[in-house]
């Protein structure tokens, strides 16, 4: 079965521009989550949708974040406009609330902003 | 205080020595609990998912999970170099947020050969 996929696996680009990270979760799962991992940091949450609704975004750090869910098998990370401290991993995950499934993760997009 | 508490480490033991990895939390009322590993440049992979108390055995690896002195924890018997990598504890708090995981910082695991 396919997991979850993201694209691009790495992204490079200059301060000020758009950058947009894509996901595809597991078919079935019902929900979706958007993660950013940093050594300072470690894992942070984003945002969280169910059903393809925006659950909790209230780890998204600015309005410059932006994140779309428009079907169950398709989901976008938006950042405009990039800065260098947005530099990080983004992880996608994907679970199956029914019987207290787990989250499975992306293989993540590798970010920096120069 | 943090919602999930994990020693960050780095933890080192010889191999085929025993490893403990610990994991508190918080809300009282929370309903499951995971270990993930995660090797360094990948993904987090969930490796073992426990629900109720006691013990709970998949290979050289255990839960334990203790909920009355909310707590945690993964063995790993027989460690080999290949385990080195860093742990996260998560859990599921109670309904009202489902869905939802809350991530331990991770403990970082080193086995030396």
């Known amino acids: 079965?396919?997991?979850?996929?993201?694209?691009?696996?790495?992204e490079v680009t200059e301060m000020g521009q758009?950058?947009?990270?894509?996901?595809?979760?597991?078919?079935?799962?019902?929900?979706?989550?958007?993660?950013r991992q940093t050594m300072m940091r470690g894992l942070e949450l984003l945002i969280y949708f169910n059903n393809n609704v925006p659950i909790d975004d209230s780890g998204m750090p600015e309005d410059r974040f932006s994140a779309k869910m428009p079907n169950a098998s398709f989901s976008t990370l938006k950042i405009q406009p990039s800065e260098?401290?947005?530099?990080?991993?983004?992880?996608?995950?994907?679970?199956?609330?029914?019987?207290?499934?787990?989250?499975?993760?992306?293989d993540g997009t590798r970010l920096s902003i120069l | 205080q943090k919602e999930v508490e994990q020693n960050s480490g780095p933890l080192s033991v010889p191999e085929g020595a025993i490893a403990s990895?610990?994991?508190?939390?918080?809300?009282?009322?929370?309903?499951?609990?995971?270990w993930y590993r995660q090797y360094s440049g990948k993904s987090p992979e969930l490796i073992m998912?426990?629900?109720?108390?006691?013990?709970?055995e998949d290979g050289r690896f255990t839960a334990q999970?203790?909920?009355?002195?909310?707590?945690?924890?993964l063995l790993i018997r027989d460690s080999q170099p290949?385990?080195?990598?860093?742990?996260?504890c998560a859990v599921k708090p109670p309904p009202g947020n489902t869905g939802k995981l809350i991530f331990g910082q991770g403990t970082t695991l080193q086995v030396k050969p």
């Open chain 2, 65 to 73: 999970l203790n909920k009355a002195s909310q707590y945690v924890s």
């Open chain 2, 49 to 56: 998912s426990i629900y109720s108390n006691g013990d709970k």
């Open chain 1, 1 to 10: 079965d396919a997991g979850v996929i993201q694209s691009p696996r790495h």
């Open chain 2, 21 to 34: 990895l610990n994991c508190t939390y918080s809300d009282r009322g929370s309903q499951s609990f995971f």
């Open chain 1, 18 to 35: 758009e950058v947009t990270l894509r996901c595809k979760p597991i078919s079935g799962h019902d929900y979706l989550f958007w993660y």
């Open chain 1, 84 to 106: 260098p401290r947005d530099s990080a991993v983004y992880f996608c995950a994907s679970s199956l609330e029914r019987n207290n499934q787990p989250q499975h993760f992306g």
């Open chain 2, 82 to 88: 290949s385990d080195s990598a860093t742990y996260l």
